[in-house]
């Protein structure tokens, strides 16, 4: 959802806008070149198998296609780093080479990039750093990272975004929402889904990882969370220096480690088991209990420190659930947890309810059956899993909040990470033994005093307000003035019902009236002196009765559609 102007927006300069048509047009022609540059079009050409004799092939155009979506720029170079993940997706040769979009992206202009921090700083290098290293330490799709140590001698990583990339986001974003908004008109599946709703939100996603304080906000918010939980020291988290942090500019810890993308490349024997269980056990606390997650855990976001704790890096992407929608996430899983199908679409219900009450019956034998099916003992999470997901979804219309959807994106980008790196993890019986955890965490005493207090403040709130209340329903009820309103079809819904039915009834007696007249006007004798013929007034009244029938037809099909 989008969020209001902020009073510091005003000041941070005028936000970059998604261009012109000539601008966005040219953009659609210069992807196109690229496509074809690097012979990824037609793209019945590409080879997606996994047959052995074709490796060297699907090792050439994956290069080729990562130097494309280099080229490109911005949002098409995150679009790579989500698929490096998808090894169920795509042969390990496609994988393979577009995972080096997590750590050799070329790197910024340094003469750029020193001008850009000199103006964000508002002076020279030497005087806010005591040294700069000009040769990035990672280069990403909208930033890159420099080592940098300040004046006390404490080493922080400088995160300072590619000159012009807001523009060219912004623009690759609004070209990307129009496609979006035409697959919408044109695909009923999409419109269930809601594949609008979910574009608009990852493209606000991206429009945020090129506000920096966005960024900020977000690591520091993470911190707090992870400082409440039950074990702040299982995931380090960098510490921030907001004093020379904008909107360009982010300075944080600079951590030594090797991130996990590193570790796959050089195809390492390291025990990766117990460091991706505690980011499990972090994510599942981010999203069900805190309602803020990292939501962008791929590999290149990912470091094992010297002492082989995780550590998370990279907070342009970062999710929150609002707490109604963590209260249906925490009965999903306890639910889960029990093995207790009907409270599981219990609380999908609350989320999604059916348009149709007497649709609910199947809907919840199928929700049984999928989570039997889909996520029973031995299962594993896959792309099949979110397809019949999306399936049991669409066939009943339900529309998942947005925010929901992007957690599902999340664990799913998560569980690429995993099955490439650990594909023995069991996501689910692991999630499991983990949520049990994170529950025991959750009622220790600390935790749960905190929530006998606010429940308790609640309560006296609610207590102060009702003799209040009592006194003016005693004094209506004493005087003769207490009313009850009761507003009928307050339901958009309703509404729309009724006045469709009202309209089809209105369209089919006036076609049926004009019918009868046509048949009387064409059953009557000829009158030379009328203006209009009888056969003339006949027919045009027996063309009306058609149109108007017809109208009636479609507009009734067009109702048990929306249905």
Not at 108 to 114: E, L, M, T
Not at 338 to 363: G, K, N, Y
Not at 427 to 451: C, F, H, T, W, Y
Not at 512 to 532: D, F, H
């Amino acid at each position: 959802m989008p969020n209001p102007p902020r009073l510091s927006d005003l000041g941070a300069g005028p936000a970059a806008e998604p261009g012109t048509l000539r601008t966005r047009a040219r953009r659609f022609a210069e992807l196109l070149s690229i496509a074809r540059r690097h012979g990824l079009v037609p793209f019945r050409r590409l080879d997606f198998s996994r047959d052995p004799e074709t490796s060297d092939k699907r090792r050439d155009q994956a290069e080729h296609l990562r130097r494309a979506l280099e080229e490109a720029g911005g949002g098409f170079v995150k679009m790579g780093q989500l698929l490096s993940t998808r090894d169920d997706l795509l042969p390990d040769e496609w994988t393979e080479g577009l995972a080096h979009l997590q750590r050799n992206v070329t790197p910024a202009d340094p003469a750029a990039v020193a001008a850009l921090l000199a103006t964000d700083l508002h002076a020279p290098l030497d005087e806010v750093f005591q040294s700069f290293d000009t040769t990035p330490v990672a280069a990403a799709s909208i930033a890159q990272v420099h080592r940098a140590r300040l004046h006390d001698g404490t080493a922080v990583a400088v995160k300072v975004q590619r000159p012009g990339i807001d523009d060219a986001v912004r623009r690759d974003v609004d070209i990307a929402l129009r496609v979006v908004r035409f697959m919408a008109r044109t695909s009923t599946e999409a419109r269930q889904i809601g594949v609008q709703d979910v574009a608009a939100q990852y493209a606000a996603d991206l429009v945020r990882q090129v506000d920096f304080t966005s960024e900020l906000r977000n690591l520091e918010a993470l911190r707090a969370a992870q400082a409440r939980s039950a074990r702040p020291d299982e995931v380090r988290l960098p510490d921030s220096y907001p004093e020379l942090s904008g909107r360009r500019v982010l300075v944080m810890e600079f951590l030594e480690g090797d991130t996990l993308s590193a570790i796959r490349a050089a195809r390492s024997d390291r025990d990766l088991d117990e460091p991706m269980r505690a980011i499990l056990r972090v994510f599942l606390r981010q999203v069900v209990f805190d309602g803020i997650y990292h939501a962008d855990m791929h590999p290149g976001n990912v470091l094992l420190l010297p002492d082989g704790r995780p550590a998370l890096i990279d907070f342009g992407s970062v999710g929150r659930l609002d707490p109604g929608l963590r209260d249906i996430v925490q009965e999903l899983l306890a639910s889960y947890l029990q093995d207790d199908t009907s409270r599981i679409a219990d609380a999908v219900l609350r989320m999604a309810p059916v348009r149709r009450a007497q649709d609910e019956p199947d809907f919840r034998r199928d929700i049984a059956r999928f989570v039997a099916e889909e996520l029973g003992p031995g299962a594993r999470i896959g792309v099949e899993t979110v397809d019949r997901a999306v399936e049991v979804f669409g066939q009943y219309r339900l529309k998942a909040p947005p925010d929901f959807v992007a957690a599902a994106r999340a664990l799913a980008i998560f569980e690429g990470t995993l099955r490439t790196l650990v594909p023995s993890f069991d996501l689910l019986d692991e999630s499991r033994n983990l949520a049990r955890e994170q529950i025991r965490d959750q009622l220790r005493p600390g935790k749960l005093r905190d929530v006998a207090l606010k429940e308790l403040f609640g309560l006296v709130s609610t207590a102060r307000r009702l003799p209040r209340r009592v006194d003016r329903i005693g004094e209506a009820i004493e005087t003769g003035k207490l009313t009850v309103n009761i507003r009928l079809f307050a339901d958009q819904r309703d509404r729309r019902t009724l006045s469709g039915l009202i309209r089809r009834v209105l369209l089919v007696l006036l076609g049926a009236g004009a019918g009868v007249l046509a048949i009387v006007y064409l059953a009557s004798p000829a009158r030379p002196t009328a203006a209009l013929s009888t056969a003339a007034a006949g027919g045009l009244l027996g063309g009306a009765a058609v149109v108007l029938l017809v109208w009636a037809a479609i507009d009734a099909w067009r109702a048990r559609r929306r249905e």
